[in-house]
């Protein structure tokens, strides 16, 4: 297998494109971005920061990385590597995570990749996700995770060069609409997961005193895409210790969305079954977009 890593990332200042040097990515203009020890680099600039810690925190993120690694949204996550490997050339496929988080999808797509070239891309707006991301990354040892890049950056301000990205993953996150159709070269494919209504509905009817109504139909797909799939992961699985069930109310909105009483409700089970279930909806993006 030819190993290869992405290339095609732009200044966030100026959009000139980066290149790499032993330690930092610099642009014509001088614009220098040092590469962390972890291995990421931060591509967020500050003026474009909402505020002084943007993006999931720390804790939110170790909370993530656990219930994720235990594997309880599997599925999910081979559903997507599917959808991304679908149609696979012998040419790098050059794949962004626009949301990454610490990693996951990223690495379970590396390892469903087997030999197919991949070129990955991982950016979130929480520097500690990156961070994490990057780690795990050089722990497994995969090649393609080796090649990889991490980024701290907005979906809002992609530092990506114009169509140079053939899959597109946003996954339980923010899509911004221009920034993708921008970044994604004709025929390239974006790949967008929400939650269905039935989602971790038995953890919102404890902590909620009611519930929105399901959207009765599929998000369609922006102007300039066409529908290449769509389709919908349900399961149960069953959190059997409270450290799991505390991992999950962590990790989501939900921690903050509900009232005391709820999340006291929350904390006080020991077992929890639960309802996944996920949209997967894959659009391909149009010569005309």
């Not at 469903?112 to 500690?128: E, F, H, R, T």
Request: hydrophobic share 40%; aromatic share 6%; glycine share 8%.
């Amino acid at each position: 297998m030819s190993l290869t890593s992405f290339q095609a990332l732009a200044c966030p200042l100026d959009g000139q494109p980066l290149h790499r040097l032993e330690s930092n990515w610099r642009c014509p203009a001088g614009h220098s971005f040092d590469i962390a020890r972890q291995g990421y680099v931060n591509l967020l600039p500050v003026q474009n920061k909402r505020s002084a810690d943007p993006g999931d925190s720390k804790e939110m993120v170790a909370a993530r990385q656990r219930f994720l690694n235990a594997g309880h949204y599997r599925r999910v996550a081979e559903a997507v590597s599917k959808a991304v490997l679908e149609g696979a050339a012998s040419a790098p496929m050059r794949c962004l995570d626009a949301g990454c988080g610490e990693g996951y999808y990223l690495r379970e797509l590396a390892q469903q990749a087997g030999d197919v070239p991949l070129a990955l891309v991982g950016l979130d707006i929480s520097k500690w996700a990156v961070q994490q991301g990057a780690r795990q990354a050089r722990a497994i040892g995969n090649d393609h995770l080796r090649e990889a890049h991490w980024l701290v950056g907005s979906n809002a301000n992609l530092p990506i060069q114009d169509q140079s990205i053939d899959r597109l993953l946003c996954l339980f996150g923010f899509p911004v609409v221009q920034e993708f159709s921008r970044v994604l070269a004709p025929g390239g494919v974006w790949i967008q997961a929400e939650a269905g209504g039935d989602h971790l509905r038995e953890l919102r009817e404890i902590i909620y005193p009611s519930l929105k109504p399901e959207r009765s139909a599929p998000p369609q797909p922006p102007t300039g895409f066409a529908v290449r799939d769509e389709q919908r992961i349900r399961e149960t699985i069953t959190l059997d210790d409270q450290a799991a069930i505390a991992d999950l109310l962590a990790m989501t909105p939900h921690l903050y969305r509900a009232s005391a009483r709820g999340r006291e409700r929350a904390q006080a089970l020991k077992t929890l079954s639960l309802t996944v279930d996920v949209r997967l909806q894959t659009w391909v993006k149009t010569a005309h977009a």
